[in-house]
């Protein structure tokens, strides 16, 4: 039961904690990690395509293991010290790879900002949590970016590392969280992370794999319960759960767009540059502030079922106890 009291701990700390902005956080460290490796490696390696892919392989290793092995180190001293430290220290880490409550918080901000400050407010606002160039958009289109995020990050965000945790523990959360951040600041097709984020990119598309999917499932199995669209949600994510750039992204973008009746995606502008990206859902009626709202809803049913099959996985793996990790090395 260890692994799965741990999971269950980790989340309940998330959904009444979030991540406090003063409080040390694992992700700012991997993501200064990932910004002096960069920096470090594009000294090293030529800048040739070859050389910047090698450089963003060698970026892959260096932050992958630096993380895994001071995450692993951390908890490893924890236990041996006592092991009440040792529970504490494996809830913590757990705790800090999961982010239902701060990506619902997140979108609220952007909510709020549009009913009741303003355009200009609501762009500042969702420039937070997206990537695409807000300086133009309209009400429309923050509420869209907004209810993408909140979608895609639902896996990102909380089904992926749960799963990675519940099938190889904190240290199998941290390097999913590595993948995902380094994808997050190098993973960009653009002139300056084409060939240096490649290998970023690709691990990232193969980690999330699984998890978009299931995503996806849970989100059209926990819409009916909060009065939501499941049969909607059903059928665009078997029509359009495949018109993305992304291979993952476009499953629980698919699912939400069909559970809420909206149409998402579309053209968006990244770095100046007009992407232009089909839509997913049906354009049945205009997008609006409350929208965001129900999408954070269902990252929320989501995370809850998502944790509940988590449990459910540590449960099946490892039914007579474990030897936890820094016990077995």
Known sequence: MMRAAILVCACLLDAFLGDPYRMPHIIR???SLIAWCE???RGIFPSTPYGERAAGVALVLVVTSVACGCAWAVIRL???IAAPLGIAVEVFVCYQMVAARQLGKEAMHVYHALVDEGLEAARRAVSMI???DTQALDEAGVTR????TVAENASDGMVAPLLFMAVGGPVAGVFYKAVNTMDSMVGYKNERYRFFGTAAAHLDDVCNWLPARLTAVLMCLVAPLIGLDGAGAWRILKRDGKRHSSPNAGHPEAACAGAL???LAGPASYFGAVVDKPTIGDDLRTIEPKDIHA???LLYATSVAALVLSVGIARV?????EVMLHGAL
């Not at 970016?145 to 993408?148: F, G, L, N, P, Q």
Request: charged share 10%.
């Open 29 to 31: 460290f991997i993501g």
């Open 317 to 321: 793996l490892y039914p007579f106890g």
């Open 78 to 80: 924890a236990w041996a």
């Open 39 to 41: 920096q470090t490696l």
């Open 295 to 297: 999408a954070i809803r």
């Open 145 to 148: 970016a907004a209810v993408e």
């Open 261 to 263: 009746g909206v149409q």
């Open 130 to 132: 997206v990537g695409r």
